[in-house]
Structure formats: C-alpha cells, structure tokens
C-alpha cells in the first residue's frame, strides 16, 4: 500500500487537473477503492486546510486514512530523537511534528510514502534539517519513499 503525505497529493492535484487528465484520477480512484492508496491523518488534515477541493475528492473517493496509533507516536518520537530535535525546537528546513508522524505511520502500517518533499541530494550536517525523502533513507526508518512523478512513472498505466 502507498500512503500520501499532503504534497504529494497537493502536487498532483494542481500539476495534473482533474479536468485536463480525468484517467489519472479515475486511475487514482480505483486505487483508493482497491486500498492500494491511502492518507495519515494529519497529512489528510493538512490537505483539508490547504486544498479543499482536493479533501473533497479525496473524501468522495472513499480513501483509507491511517490513525496515528500509538505505536505511530513512539515511532514518530524515537525518529525525533534520532533527529536531535529536542521539544518542539524543529527546524525550519527539516520535518516538522506531522512529517514524523506522517513517516511513522507508513512504517508502522508496512506502506510505501508519496511525498514531494525536497530531495536533498547533500544532506545537512545537522540532521534535524532532514526533509521527508532523507529521514525516510535513514537506516533507522527505513521507509521506501518516491515523489508524485516517479509513482505515475512506475505504474504500467498510461493516461
């Protein structure tokens, strides 16, 4: 299963118009009817402030969300540690408290991340400057992570 954080989604949703590529979308949903794709909760809140529309197509298309369990949150937390964060001192340039959560429920629930977060081709010395892609290579997460783009470019659907 692929899990979304709200970029990705965000990003397909205003780069790839429901309008202008409909077998995208119709793909898209056959995905969340299949329960092949699904949301954090905090990355579906996050896409309900940030594109409502999209929340709606979303919610309309019936797509799984993924509580943060309890087991998410002690994930989410060592990941923090690991990071150096300490407290809600997060970086401006790094993840933030729901990108961990985000990463800790696709490694909890065994998912595969779509996140069209900033590669970081050099990583920071400092890891707490760590974006989703870097934190999720981290051998202690371990989370297999791809943007928008190359999960279309994977599929053997065309549109």
């Given at each position: ?15 790839y ?41 979303l ?12 087991e ?62 870097a ?25």
């Open positions: 299963m692929l899990a979304f954080d709200a970029s990705a989604i965000i990003y397909g949703w205003d780069n118009p429901i309008a202008k590529f409909p077998k995208l979308w119709e793909w898209m949903e056959h995905q969340i009817g299949a329960v092949e794709f699904a949301i954090p909760d905090v990355a579906y809140d996050e896409v309900e402030h940030v594109a409502p529309d999209c929340h709606a197509w919610e309309a298309a019936g797509i799984s969300v993924i509580d943060s369990s309890d998410s949150l002690q994930f989410a937390q060592a990941t923090k540690q690991l990071l150096g964060i300490v407290g809600d001192k997060y970086h401006p340039n790094g993840v933030g408290e729901n990108d961990l959560l985000i990463i800790a429920c696709a490694r909890v629930n065994a998912c595969h991340l779509v996140s069209n977060e900033g590669l970081q081709n050099d990583l920071p010395n400092i890891m707490a400057k760590y974006k989703i892609p934190v999720c290579k981290h051998a202690s997460v371990s989370v297999p992570c791809q943007d928008f783009l190359q999960l279309i470019k994977s599929t053997t659907a065309t549109f």
